[in-house]
C-alpha cells in the first residue's frame, strides 16, 4: 500500500513558476514509476509526466514542451514536478501516481495508488 501526498500548488500569473511535490509512505517508492496527471473543470483526467523507478527515464505530454520538468528523490520518497512559463490553460488539479510497471505511463488505468491533488490556477 502506498499512499501520496501532493503540495506546492496555488495561484499564480502567467509566466510565473510552481514546484509541485509528491510525498509517498512505505519502503518501495523506488520501485514504482511515479507519473504526475492533470484535471481541469469538465475534461478528463490527462497525463502530464511521468518518472521511471531506475534510471531517471522521463516521459511527457506534448503539450509540456519543456516548461515542465519531473524528478524524484528516492531518499525522501518524493517526486517533483518543476513548472515554469505556465500558462491559463495549465489550470487544472494536479494528482501523482504511483505505478509497478513503465511501458503504459501514460494511461491512467496504468496506475495504483493516488494522491488527493493539489489546485493549481494561473491567471491571465
Known amino acids: 500500500q502506498v499512499q501520496l501526498v501532493e503540495s506546492g500548488g496555488g495561484l499564480v500569473q502567467t509566466g510565473g513558476s510552481l514546484r509541485l511535490s509528491c510525498a509517498a509512505s512505505?519502503?518501495?517508492?523506488?520501485?514504482?514509476?511515479m507519473g504526475w496527471f492533470r484535471q481541469a473543470p469538465g475534461k478528463e483526467r490527462e497525463f502530464v509526466a511521468a518518472?521511471?523507478?531506475?534510471?531517471?527515464?522521463?516521459d511527457y505530454a506534448d503539450f509540456v514542451q519543456g516548461r515542465f520538468t519531473i524528478s524524484r528523490d528516492n531518499a525522501k520518497n518524493t517526486v517533483y514536478l518543476q513548472m515554469n512559463s505556465l500558462k491559463p490553460e495549465d489550470t487544472a488539479v494536479y494528482y501523482c501516481?504511483?505505478?509497478?510497471?513503465?511501458?503504459?505511463?501514460?494511461?491512467?488505468?496504468?496506475?495504483?495508488?493516488w494522491g488527493q491533488g493539489t489546485q493549481v490556477t494561473v491567471s491571465s
Open positions: 501516481a504511483a505505478e509497478r510497471s513503465w511501458g503504459r505511463q501514460s494511461l491512467a488505468l496504468e496506475y495504483d495508488y
Open positions: 518518472i521511471r523507478s531506475i534510471g531517471g527515464i522521463t
Open positions: 512505505g519502503r518501495t517508492f523506488s520501485t514504482y514509476t
